[in-house]
């Protein structure tokens, strides 16, 4: 089916180790985001991406990795995994122009 | 910077009573403005947008939002509400610096409807 998936969708996780979430669109969206949600700071933009192997960091990137080898596939890599990083993550695509995002399901992660 | 404040941390609201939630954001050029709307572990659903033109903007589920340039508000409304509207409410900006750009997000708003 056609839509963004996020993987997996619960992850527990120990401090020190690397985690990778998956984003994957079928659509071919150009643009690509990844946000973290906690209480009390609404979503916080963590890295974007305009195109295949064009990344940027957004508000809060410190701690994490990304690439885009593929229009399609947007990976978010903890390289070491801190408590602070609990969280649930959300990746999102836009066709540019100023259309809406849409937004994958959410992965909830725990690094205990 | 550009930024997103949502006043109300949580709103509720009598099941059939009017709903208007409060949004203010800060953005040197015209701004596009959302309204998402989450579902208790679910993601974001878009529920309206503005880019340009009217001023007041039809949304899904029966919601509405004005934009109002003046005092820098975009402040979503319903006339009645359903217990299924209880969620939580973002506002957000789009920051188009550069191509694409970036949804820039208020805390969000929880909203109870007592039944």
């Known amino acids: 089916d056609a839509g963004i998936t996020q993987s997996p969708r619960y992850k527990i996780t120990e401090t020190g180790r690397q985690v990778t979430l998956m984003c994957h669109q079928t659509?071919?969206?150009?643009?690509m985001f990844w946000y973290r949600q906690d209480l009390g700071h609404g979503l916080r933009l963590i890295y974007y991406?305009?195109?295949?192997?064009?990344?940027d960091k957004g508000e809060v990137p410190d701690g994490y990795v990304v690439s885009r080898s593929k229009t399609e596939n947007f990976p978010l890599t903890l390289e070491s995994a801190t408590r602070s990083q609990t969280s649930v993550y959300f990746c999102?695509?836009?066709?540019?122009?100023?259309?809406?995002?849409?937004f994958g399901s959410g992965t909830r992660l725990t690094v205990v | 910077a550009q930024s997103v404040t949502q006043p109300d941390i949580h709103i509720t609201v009598s099941e059939g009573a009017s709903l208007e939630l409060r949004c203010n954001y800060s953005y040197g050029a015209t701004p596009y403005l959302f309204w998402y709307v989450q579902s208790p572990g679910q993601g974001l659903q878009l529920l309206l947008k503005y880019f340009s033109g009217d001023t007041l903007v039809q949304g899904i589920k029966g919601f509405e939002a004005e934009f109002k340039r003046s005092q820098s508000s975009f402040n979503l409304r319903k006339p009645s509400v359903h217990w299924s509207d209880a969620a939580e409410y973002f506002c957000?900006?789009?920051?188009?610096?550069?191509?694409?750009?970036?949804?820039?997000f208020g805390q969000g708003t929880e909203l109870s409807v007592k039944p």
């Open positions: 999102a695509s836009n066709s540019g122009g100023g259309h809406g995002y849409t």
């Open positions: 659509w071919s969206h150009s643009y």
């Open positions: 991406s305009a195109a295949a192997d064009i990344t």
């Open positions: 957000a900006v789009g920051d188009w610096d550069n191509q694409g750009g970036k949804l820039i």
